[in-house]
Structures are given as structure tokens and as C-alpha cells.
């Protein structure tokens, strides 16, 4: 890749489009503009904007029907397409069921496994990174199954309305080992371990999401970074010219 990356992760932008879903997509619109803004004055260079995952907190395509309640974010997607804006869509365990959609119709680059590219010679590695933790057991054999080939020929032989409300308790069956407080030296301690594991392979820098922490961690030469949310700290994370910055959405209006 080339030119300054934007980040945002795990937005779980919802179906229903309350005023608080209203005000979060309106949030990112306004880092969206910004972005264009910043596009247009690099007189058309390379710009990219990568979605780290769980961007739709539910996202399952039948061939003639997509979840409804979306319009305005892929329209606000195709709008960044449409200008030459490079938009990579890196599936989380809520939106990893896109079979084409996005792509064909919206112009996002979609990337089923870990994104791995390099920068100004920094090799970097976004990681959505469910099923990293070393005890979730659980989650990990859950993980194989939903994304089998049979089970995605079976879960679309029910109607969207079912499929909608089993795939909303499905995916909340690892959220209470992933993301309480309680849990957070569990996280950053197997997050740290697989890092040092990819830096070891020769990646420079690490960025992992689900996990809803923030932060820009330093070990020598070698960065882990988390990727936030959007359900309440409106993370933006940028990488512009080997520089690293992260701040809430407001903080990068002001950047």
C-alpha cells in the first residue's frame, strides 16, 4: 500500500436506526468527509481506508437480499469507491458472511483472512483477531463451524427474519469473555504473546481488533496496536508516512 491509512474497527453499526445509531453513523460520515477532503489534496494519490472488521454487527447475504437498515453506510462507502479511494473490508465474526455483495455492488476490497501489507518498508499485519485468546475454546470451534460451507447452505434456507435474530445470539456467545473489563489482563496478555509471535515472523507492526481496547504499544523497534470501537470510544487509527496516530473521531477532525 501506498499513502496515509485510516483505520476504524469494530463499529457494530445496527439495523435500527435509532436517534443513538443516527448520531454513531453520523460520527464517521463526518471522519469519511474529512478523509475526502485530504484525498482531494494529494491531487489523487493513494489513499486507503481499512474497516477492521464487525463493521455491520450483522451482515449475511442471501442472492436477492442483503440486511436491511444499511443504506446510508454503503452509500457513504460508495461515495469513497467512487472518488478512488481504496476501501478494504477485513470480515469479523459479525459481518464475515459476504459472498459478493460489497465488492460487485459497493467497490470495497474484501479480505476473508488477516490483511497483510507493507508501508514505506514497515511490514504490517491487522488481525480482526477473534479467536486469538488462548482459552476460548468455545469460540474457536464455534468459529469453524459457522464459516463451513454447510452451514451457510443451511442457515440460508431459513427466512432473513430468522437468520437475523439467530445470528444476533450467535455472535454474543463469546462477547462476555472478549470484551468485560474483568478480562482485560487475560486479553493483553495473549494479544502481547501473539504479537511477539509476529514480530518474530518479521512483522513490524501488529493491529488487532475485537477486543474493543485502544492503544499504541511500543517494544522497541515493534508495535501492537489496538484498534478500539465504535460503540463508545469512536477509535481513528491513521498511518501516515511511517507515523502512527490514534485518537476518537473528534480528536481526528482535529488532527
Known amino acids: 500500500m501506498n499513502g496515509p491509512i485510516y483505520i476504524v474497527s469494530d463499529n457494530h453499526f445496527s439495523m435500527k436506526n435509532d436517534q443513538s445509531e443516527i448520531s454513531r453513523r453520523e460520527k464517521l460520515f463526518q471522519v469519511f468527509e474529512k478523509i475526502k477532503k485530504n484525498f482531494l489534496s494529494l491531487n489523487k494519490k493513494e489513499c486507503n481506508v481499512i474497516l477492521g472488521g464487525d463493521f455491520f454487527d450483522y451482515w449475511f447475504e442471501y442472492k436477492y437480499s442483503i440486511p436491511a437498515g444499511y443504506e446510508s453506510m454503503l452509500d457513504a462507502l460508495k461515495e469513497l469507491t467512487t472518488m478512488g479511494i481504496q476501501v478494504h473490508l477485513v470480515l469479523g465474526n459479525h459481518d464475515f458472511w459476504d459472498f459478493g455483495y460489497l465488492e460487485e455492488t459497493i467497490g470495497l476490497t474484501i479480505h476473508k483472512k488477516d490483511l497483510s501489507f507493507t ?116 477509535t481513528v487509527t491513521t498511518i501516515i508516512e511511517n507515523q502512527y496516530w490514534q485518537g476518537n473521531w473528534k480528536e481526528f477532525l482535529d488532527f
Open 119 to 234: 508501508l514505506n518498508n514497515d511490514r504490517i499485519l491487522l488481525t480482526h483477531g477473534d479467536g486469538l485468546l488462548k482459552k476460548d475454546y468455545g469460540y474457536k470451534i464455534l468459529k469453524k463451524i459457522i464459516r463451513s460451507r454447510l452451514f451457510i447452505f443451511l442457515f440460508r434456507l431459513l427466512p432473513p427474519d430468522i437468520t437475523c435474530f439467530l445470528a444476533t445470539k450467535i455472535s454474543k456467545s463469546s462477547s462476555h469473555y472478549n470484551h468485560h473489563d474483568n478480562n482485560v489482563k487475560i486479553i493483553k496478555n495473549d494479544i502481547k504473546n501473539y504479537a511477539i509471535k509476529k514480530w518474530n515472523e518479521g512483522y513490524d507492526a501488529v493491529l488487532v481488533g475485537h477486543y474493543h481496547q485502544t492503544g499504541i504499544i511500543n517494544d522497541k523497534n515493534k508495535k501492537l496496536i489496538y484498534l478500539g470501537d465504535w460503540l463508545s470510544k469512536f
